[in-house]
């Protein structure tokens, strides 16, 4: 409930509690736009509270990643709008897009809050691709909430200021003496009414810009901010209601899929059956797609698309295609001729200072980036006009992309953000979309283009190769020195900040790594320790299309962060301190020291062990935010040598202990999931979750063989601990999750074993499967669903 006020007192700077209802007032600066009803948009006026000036030791300490894409939506901030219908409900477009993450339900939250309504009033979409919008439309380094929450709140508050002010002329009363409840607006009298009926009064006929004072629900009388929230979409999701991509009825949209070379980015030369494929049952239109992304600005993965009435019959026919084929830039690549030039591209160390050294070498393989929903995009192309469907996190740059593609003007494409079933940073590019449009141009018709699960793992994106070397020097109990060299297969960056502009800058002929790579690298680098001088360097091999990478999955941090974790045991041993006492002695930061505490107590850090079993810790900062994580680990023989057909079991986690600081969680049951999904992808990237590569390709093909952190590696027992709020504001999620608990389970296994490990994953060496084959580059169909169908019960 909101008691309003109008008397106005001018203050500056950050918002003070006024002392009345738990209220908070502040100078806010927004628009209100032209509209039947009422629509108030934010505008930011305050430059980022972040410090430019780069700090000797750590930049991020002062200025990160995520202050730099803040920063970047900030010039756009002012066209982010809530709106109120006249039915009562509030509606934000939200410029983003929800990959299962739950951002609709913290925007919902933040939203219900300020205009203190019930939560089911409030819907949040997802925006269309909207160039205006620029720098601002891009789905990445966790930073939505931490970009979006001072504008919403700031959009929610002048609109409700703007319906108070109605709900006064329509009462007859004193803003000072109307009651805000709900959603309804009531006058000492009793009199009262909504906010839709309000919505019309309140509009405005011409935009201006509003310089008004507003108040914003303190933290005392929030009602869905910082408490726990079941996702607003959970029972769209559970019931089959949701709207992905592939559910979508285009007339005309027939499933469209491609037969994909044998070896990454390969061409398609001929089609030497294509009158057989035409022939096939429900096949209706077959042709070649160019690969156009060895061109710079080609965005086409190309093959063979077969258009049919079911995917069963594409399916069927890409099995039977006879294609010449053109070998992609990566055919004559091994792991060991890889490894070898990442070894020749490592950068020197720093002098090294007086002391004793401390230096290790680590290996990361490929891993895939796979989420659970393949790729996918609806595309109906024609002449003069193109529409597209597909859950795009750069969705500015797909409609720029395929305009030029197709050689027709912005203005002519429409691209639509559906949800997406998951992201692991894959969908900052548009692959499905630009090859949609590509074969829609191509048949001439609309297409429902799907991507074959065994597709991600041999063409799609994936975590890069890379050689992370530490070094430290300690003086008796102090570390002076610690440098770090990152040395990897190139990081693709080249969708820039999701706007031709940028995407343009990202791609200098035959590199991409001197803009792009270095900059995020310079914004996530971190230590978290008091380790004196700190150099942290980058650099990347290949040009940036030899292998399809991505900023999977905390980009940089994980490889950085877990072989930092590990030479701090080593140096911890060194001085004869407990692992977890060294890092509460050198951690450098109040709120980090703080999430180790809690941690100690909670993961019970120390207890006695049976051999072959043993905790490991690891921390990380980012996003805004603190973590620590304690695995726990089996690596008995029992354990690890157990036989399961066609698969990797190799050590079991047996219990993670994760604790969180992001300042203000929105939404903690929230932030407990995103943690619980980093600590998969920790133990994966660990102990089974690489690719093999072989003859210019990659052998896994779908789960069945890409070793995601199965039920059998995972721990029985996860508590995941969100700390109070540091602050009134929130700071990145999706993301935080992998490193500390990456590092921590490595940790754990070294401690467990007494080797060193320096490979991940771990059980990389072992080939557990019999690779399907590159040609047809899907396996067959199952063809025993009927009998399972028919059997007797």
Not at 112 to 136: M, S, W
Not at 190 to 197: D, H, I, M, T
Not at 242 to 248: E, G, S
């Amino acid at each position: 409930m909101t008691d309003v006020r109008d008397d106005a007192t001018d203050l500056d700077g950050p918002e003070e509690d006024d002392g009345r209802a738990g209220m908070t007032r502040r100078r806010a600066v927004g628009y209100l736009i032209a509209a039947p009803f009422l629509i108030a948009g934010a505008r930011s006026v305050s430059p980022s509270t972040a410090k430019a000036a780069i700090p000797t030791v750590q930049p991020v300490d002062n200025y990160d990643l995520s202050d730099l894409l803040r920063d970047s939506t900030r010039p756009t901030a002012n066209l982010i709008a809530v709106e109120v219908r006249p039915n009562g409900r509030i509606v934000f477009d939200l410029p983003r897009s929800e990959n299962g993450q739950g951002i609709t339900t913290a925007c919902a939250q933040i939203i219900a809050d300020e205009l203190d309504v019930n939560i089911g009033k409030v819907d949040v979409t997802l925006a269309d691709a909207r160039p205006e919008l620029n720098f601002n439309q891009l789905t990445g380094g966790s930073v939505t909430i931490f970009e979006l929450y001072e504008p919403l709140r700031t959009a929610c508050a002048l609109a409700k200021a703007q319906l108070a002010s109605a709900a006064a002329e329509q009462l007859g009363a004193e803003r000072s003496q109307l009651v805000i409840s709900d959603g309804t607006i009531t006058a000492p009298d009793g009199r009262s009414a909504g906010y839709g009926e309000l919505t019309s009064l309140a509009a405005v006929s011409e935009s201006r810009v509003s310089d008004a004072e507003v108040e914003f629900a303190a933290a005392a009388e929030r009602t869905y901010i910082g408490r726990d929230q079941r996702r607003i979409d959970a029972r769209d999701a559970v019931t089959g209601r949701k709207v992905f991509a592939m559910d979508l009825e285009i007339p005309g949209a027939l499933p469209t899929m491609l037969c994909r070379p044998p070896t990454i980015n390969g061409n398609a030369v001929s089609l030497d059956n294509e009158a057989r494929i035409k022939a096939m049952p429900g096949v209706i239109d077959v042709k070649i797609i160019p690969n156009t992304t060895a061109q710079i600005g080609g965005n086409v993965p190309g093959g063979v698309a077969v258009r049919a009435r079911t995917f069963g019959q594409c399916m069927a026919a890409i099995g039977a295609m006879k294609v010449t084929w053109e070998d992609g830039p990566a055919a004559d690549k091994t792991i060991e001729s890889i490894e070898s030039d990442l070894e020749d591209a490592e950068l020197p160390m720093t002098p090294a200072l007086p002391g004793e050294l401390t230096e290790e070498r680590f290996l990361f393989h490929f891993r895939p980036g796979d989420p659970l929903e393949t790729n996918c995009a609806v595309a109906d192309v024609r002449e003069d006009r193109a529409e597209i469907w597909s859950a795009l996190k750069s969705p500015i740059w797909a409609k720029e992309r395929i305009a030029v593609n197709l050689g027709l003007s912005p203005t002519a494409v429409d691209v639509h953000v559906t949800e997406g079933g998951g992201s692991f940073g894959r969908h900052l590019f548009c692959d499905a979309a630009f090859e949609a449009a590509e074969v829609s141009r191509q048949f001439g018709k609309p297409v429902k283009l799907m991507w074959h699960r065994a597709d991600g793992p041999r063409q799609g994106r994936c975590h890069p190769m890379a050689i992370t070397r530490v070094r430290t020097v300690h003086n008796g109990d102090n570390v002076v020195a610690l440098d770090q060299r990152h040395t990897s297969v190139a990081t693709d960056f080249t969708q820039g900040l999701g706007d031709a502009l940028t995407a343009t800058g990202a791609v200098p002929p035959g590199q991409n790594f001197l803009q792009y790579s270095q900059t995020v690298f310079r914004l996530t680098a971190s230590v978290p320790y008091d380790f004196g001088v700190v150099t942290q360097e980058l650099n990347e091999i290949y040009e940036y299309n030899t292998f399809n990478t991505s900023s999977v999955r905390n980009i940089y941090s994980p490889e950085m962060r877990t072989s930092i974790e590990l030479v701090a045991d080593q140096v911890a041993k060194k001085m004869g301190k407990d692992p977890f006492d060294f890092r509460q002695e050198f951690v450098r930061d109040e709120r980090m020291s703080a999430v180790l505490k809690k941690l100690k107590r909670a993961s019970n850090w120390g207890k006695r062990m049976p051999r072959g079993t043993a905790q490991g810790v690891g921390l990380h900062r980012e996003y805004k935010g603190f973590c620590a994580c304690v695995v726990e680990i089996d690596a008995r023989p029992g354990t690890v040598n157990r036989k399961i057909k066609g698969a990797v079991t190799g050590p079991r986690v047996t219990k993670a202990t994760f604790v969180v600081d992001v300042g203000l969680p929105i939404n903690p049951l929230g932030l407990k999931a995103q943690m619980m999904g980093g600590i998969m992808d920790g133990i994966g990237q660990v102990l089974t979750y690489g690719l093999h590569l072989k003859d210019g390709n990659f052998l896994e093909a779908s789960w069945d063989n890409a070793f995601y952190t199965r039920q059998w590696n995972s721990p029985p027992k996860v508590e995941v601990i969100v700390m109070p709020p540091t602050g009134d504001q929130p700071g990145g999620a999706g993301e935080f999750g992998v490193a500390a608990s990456m590092a921590a389970t490595a940790s754990a296994l070294q401690r467990a074993t007494g080797r060193k490990v320096r490979e991940f994953p771990v059980n990389q060496s072992e080939l557990s499967f019999d690779p399907y084959p590159y040609e047809p580059p899907i396996p067959e169909s199952p063809r025993n669903g009927l009998k399972y169908r028919n059997a007797p019960k």
